[in-house]
T-cell receptor, first 111, second 112 residues
Framework: DADVTQTPRNRITKTGKRIMLECSQT?????MYWYRQDPGLGLRLIYY???????NKGEISDGYSVSRQAQAKFSLSLESAIPNQTALYFC??????????FGPGTRLTVT | GNSVTQMEGPVTLSEEAFLTINCTYT??????LFWYVQYPGEGLQLLLK?????DKGSNKGFEATYRKETTSFHLEKGSVQVSDSAVYFC???????????FGSGTRLQVQP
């Protein structure tokens, strides 16, 4: 089984809808991250969490919110989706060291 | 602020050719440097890393040397294979910062 899983893997939704992307990990890491990938822009950090009670905004948090339900679960929500949130979304985890472990990604399309 | 600049792709090579993907960075502290690889339809995987100046990271025939004087971390491989076709991301983690800063990625296409 994969160490970092994301659901759904693909989602098409309409403008204005609320949507939640979920991430689970079995690596036992305290630190979890949500990134967004757009063509030609690399990965940009949306939110990160260093433990269940620690939530921090990244460089592009506007329009997003997160919930750290447990050490192993970190969800990303779009309260009212808009077309420019169409992107590939990645969850990642890490321990105290520098290496991050990534999930397979969720491809989100907002029409 | 921190930033990572990579050469634009796609880079198209024939099998067994020599590969260089350039990466330069700007950081306020003494960062650790990374190369991640993303194969089609998958998430990113760590390829190699270096944590201090003059360190050389290596893995699967790929190498990169941390050059503080030129603020660079270029990725090289002596003989690429079709299976190396992927997107390669250079990244840094600066001391005192809590997450990675990524470059825009470079797509490598290796033709048989």
């Amino acid at each position: 089984d994969a160490d970092v899983t994301q659901t759904p893997r693909n989602r098409i939704t309409k403008t204005g809808k609320r949507i939640m992307l979920e991430c689970s990990q079995t690596k036992g890491h305290d630190r979890m991250y949500w990134y967004r990938q757009d063509p030609g822009l690399g990965l940009r950090l949306i939110y990160y969490s260093f433990d269940v009670k620690d939530i921090n905004k990244g460089e592009i948090s506007d329009g997003y919110s997160v919930s750290r339900q447990a050490q192993a679960k970190f969800s990303l929500s779009l309260e009212s989706a808009i077309p420019n949130q169409t992107a590939l979304y990645f969850c990642a985890t890490s321990d105290y060291g520098n290496e991050q472990y990534f999930g397979p990604g969720t491809r989100l399309t907002v029409t | 602020g921190n930033s990572v600049t990579q050469m634009e792709g796609p880079v198209t090579l024939s099998e067994e050719a020599f590969l260089t993907i350039n990466c330069t960075y700007t950081a306020t502290g003494y960062p650790s440097l990374f190369w991640y690889v993303q194969y089609p339809g998958e998430g990113l995987q760590l390829l190699l890393k270096a944590t201090k100046a003059d360190d050389k990271g290596s893995n699967k025939g790929f190498e990169a040397t941390y050059r503080k004087e030129t603020t660079s971390f270029h990725l090289e491989k002596g003989s690429v294979q079709v299976s190396d076709s992927a997107v390669y991301f250079c990244a840094l983690k600066d001391t005192g910062r809590r997450a990675l800063t990524f470059g825009s990625g470079t797509r490598l296409q290796v033709q048989p």
